[in-house]
């Protein structure tokens, strides 16, 4: 370990080392270096950690050759709790530098993208209903008061009225942050109490692009995402909030007096990447040294090993810090394994609907309607409208695809002038079809769903008068339209709808387990409200981002497990709020044992293609958060655990010590299917196995009686069937039994429940495929 009290015996080592020269020619890329932890202690000054960064400038000048160099080189210190640099380097140094016995792990920094599917966001190639804490569990964590939750994303519009701080008290004293101020006149309060960007890794990648084009050194959001998110953990009571005057109503975040403060961490996309892992790391680092409560993350990328990710190895030092991270898992679905941000040491969101939606039906002169979605203005007159399908509206050169999927240079204006155009979605953004559409000359658009969207609806501030409608509904517009010479149509104005049944629904661009890099467990943990969610935005961007929208509005409706993300944030930062005792862990199991598989009318919850949904795409299930602030029974882990769940992955000793700082015994005998957490999954099964679990009680003395949810062709037992507890923080263990009855190739859920009469205290069961 690399800390301050040890940096000056190190120095001496490095001398030993010969100075490496790389070719000439060689190409130098960013890297991030990763030594570890410190151990300043309560008592660190910036002399410490101005001492480690000597260190860190030691070590490369004993590859590089000079001091010159290494100052040039680095990027970043890493100097507070993480140990480690980012810097400039070429290859073979970087293969040199990860032979250190000191280094843990040397990776590229990698960039990552948002997890929105705001349609002018990316490419369509990405793919209430008990929600909403109750006013008594509000007024018992007194709204998250004093709570300090942070996020890192695009920064935040601070004069969003989400973050006003009327009748908020002095910040608390142990917060360290600052407000870093720019150009742009950027101001903190006593609700946004602490403002940083981080971007020389994203600079470090621009300039090998040939990209920076943007002012950077501001953590306002030009973007809209951060505002988003932000405002969604944490935003402050706004009465008469809405979008375009729908879903009128009061905005207010999971924790709505809790202080927040923002790390800026992304920038303008650069193929695709926006937040890279050097400053992810950076922002970890200080958000951490600030003293933040929770931290919550709306990105990610593709998983990799977990001490080769930035994001992953922040949270773990996070994590060892008691601060509870959550993460999005993806907007990739529903595929199968792209499930991102996979440590077991995050908390993992999925996205599904809640029980509101934004309607625009799509009415046809045979009688038929169907109901679609949009946040776009009215038709200027109340009457119908010819149609017209994009394919027979194309350009004489425009091939027949790209026309249907209303493409831009495909669409004949002559042809759509007045009309209603017809779209097929997919490839390009769905509000771009809008744009293509009103360019045209078009009255107003339909936008059809193709297969893999099936019955996702996401309401979008299109250009134009529009509707999105099913993949069922949008073939049944398709059929009319070839049944007559003279289709007409009308789209009703936008309405907002509550109650609707069923709900939630999971969203088909939620990512889907199982998890790539430790299969034993289970993600997403938990799914959570992720489809058109309205909340703060910033009046430094349009709606839809395009040039010519000159639009301001301060609220938004978004998409994406984005937005999921920062729900479960919010509810975090509630139970942080009364129960400061409980661990990340705990925090994390009472979420994942108190939530929900079944919608708002009974039946079991429902993926985007109205087929069943199963534990890949929601995890434990929808959170309920009332329950959670009562779990009965936690799954809790200690550092102990994590660093046994390490060593299981294949990390020896010597590494563990030099990440963690101190020694750590791998046990002999230790399997990963008994890592204590709140969901049980068995990739393959062969014959049988056991499991166990240790469970703690976090409520009144009581006994425990299991249940079990049993799949055909398996047979599950538990030992004991009973576990009795007499007192608060008492621990017990059980024994999980699961044998083949009936070999077969899919993969079987089921579940076991332990229940003193009050709570419900559930995990899921995942068998992969079973052989006898």
Not at 92 to 110: C, G, T
Not at 154 to 172: A, C, L, N, Y
Not at 329 to 340: E, F, H, I, K, L
Request: proline letters at 6%.
């Amino acid at each position: 370990m690399w800390s301050g009290k040890h940096s000056v015996f190190l120095l001496h080592s490095f001398i030993l080392f010969s100075v490496f020269h790389a070719p000439a020619f060689a190409i130098k890329k960013s890297y991030i270096v990763y030594l570890g932890s410190h151990d300043h202690g309560e008592g660190a000054t910036d002399a410490d950690f101005d001492r480690v960064k000597q260190t860190h400038l030691q070590f490369v000048q004993s590859y590089l050759g000079s001091s010159e160099k290494a100052e040039e080189s680095i990027i970043y210190s890493y100097t507070r709790h993480i140990n480690g640099f980012a810097a400039m380097l070429e290859e073979e140094e970087a293969a040199e530098i990860a032979k250190h016995p000191d280094v843990v792990s040397v990776f590229l920094n990698k960039g990552r993208k948002l997890h929105t599917t705001r349609s002018w966001q990316f490419m369509e190639l990405e793919h209430n209903n008990g929600v909403i804490p109750s006013d008594s569990l509000f007024r018992k964590a007194r709204y998250g008061e004093d709570t300090i939750v942070a996020h890192l994303d695009t920064g935040v519009w601070p004069e969003s009225p989400s973050f006003r701080d009327e009748g908020m008290g002095p910040i608390p004293s142990r917060w360290k942050g600052t407000c870093q101020h720019d150009f742009t006149g950027f101001r903190c309060n006593r609700k946004l109490i602490g403002a940083r960007y981080f971007n020389r890794g994203y600079v470090a990648f621009a300039v090998l692009e040939a990209k920076l084009n943007s002012s950077l050194n501001t953590a306002r959001d030009y973007e809209g995402h951060g505002s988003h998110t932000l405002s969604t953990i944490g935003g402050n009571f706004v009465p008469s909030a809405s979008v375009f005057g729908l879903g009128n109503g009061t905005a207010e975040g999971g924790s709505p007096r809790a202080r927040v403060a923002t790390y800026k961490v992304c920038w303008p996309p650069i193929d695709d990447n926006e937040c890279f892992d050097a400053d992810i790391m950076a922002a970890f680092d200080m958000a951490i040294h600030d003293g933040v409560d929770v931290l919550s993350l709306s990105l990610g990328g593709t998983p990799v090993d977990y001490f080769d990710d930035g994001l992953a190895i922040g949270a773990f030092h996070a994590n060892m810090k008691g601060i509870p991270v959550i993460c999005s898992a993806g907007n990739s679905g529903p595929t199968r394994g792209t499930v991102s941000n996979v440590a077991p040491w995050i908390l993992t969101v999925g996205a599904s609907t809640l029980d509101r939606k934004f309607d625009t039906v799509v009415q046809l002169p045979n009688g038929r309607s169907f109901k679609g979605a949009s946040l776009s203005k009215p038709l200027p007159e109340h009457k119908l409208y010819p149609l017209i399908n994009s394919a027979d509206a194309k350009l004489a050169h425009a091939s027949l695809e790209n026309a249907t999927l209303c493409m831009r240079g495909t669409i004949d204006p002559e042809k759509v002038k007045g009309k209603i155009l017809v779209c097929l979605r997919g490839i390009i953004a769905r509000v771009e079809k809008g744009l293509v559409a009103l360019e045209a000359g078009a009255a107003g658009m339909i936008l059809c769903n193709d297969k893999l969207s099936g019955d996702e609806l996401i309401a979008d501030p299109h250009l134009l008068p529009a509707s999105q409608i099913t993949y069922e509904d949008g073939a049944a517009v398709y059929a009319y339209l070839n049944s007559t010479k003279n289709p007409l149509g009308y789209i009703d104005p936008p309405r907002t709808k509550l109650e609707i049944k069923p709900a939630p629904i999971m969203a088909a661009f939620s990512s889907r387990g199982p998890n790539t890099i430790t299969p034993e467990i289970l993600k997403p943990d938990v799914t959570a409200p992720g489809v058109n969610i309205i909340a703060a935005y910033s009046e430094g961007v349009s709606p839809t981002d395009m040039g010519f929208d000159k639009r301001r509005i301060p609220f938004i409706a978004m998409s994406g497990t984005s937005m999921s993300c920062p729900h479960v944030a919010g509810v975090a930062s509630l139970l942080k709020t009364l129960h400061p005792d409980w661990s990340p862990a705990a925090i994390k199991s009472a979420i994942m044992t108190t939530t929900r598989t079944r919608d708002n009318t009974g039946k079991p919850m429902l993926d985007g293609n109205s087929e069943r949904a199963t534990p890949f795409a929601y995890g434990s299930g929808h959170i309920r958060p009332n329950r959670a602030m009562d779990p009965g029974l936690v799954y809790d882990l200690s550092i102990n655990d994590y660093l046994n769940f390490l060593c299981i992955t294949g990390y020896n000793q010597t590494q563990i010590k030099t990440f963690y700082g101190a020694h750590h015994h791998c046990p002999d005998v230790i399997r990963i299917l008994d890592f204590n957490y709140p969901s049980i999954t068995i990739p393959v099964l062969y014959g049988s196995v056991s499991v166990t679990r240790r469970v703690k009680n976090v409520g009144s003395p009581g006994s425990y009686i299991a249940s079990l949810k049993v799949p055909k062709g398996l047979s599950i037992s538990v030992e004991p069937k009973v576990l009795k507890f007499d007192k608060i923080g008492e621990e017990k263990s059980y024994k999980l039994t699961v044998e083949v009855e009936r070999p077969s190739v899919g993969t079987a859920f089921g579940g076991i429940t332990w229940s003193d009469g009050k709570h419900q205290v559930r995990s899921p069961i995942v068998v992969g495929g079973v052989r006898a």
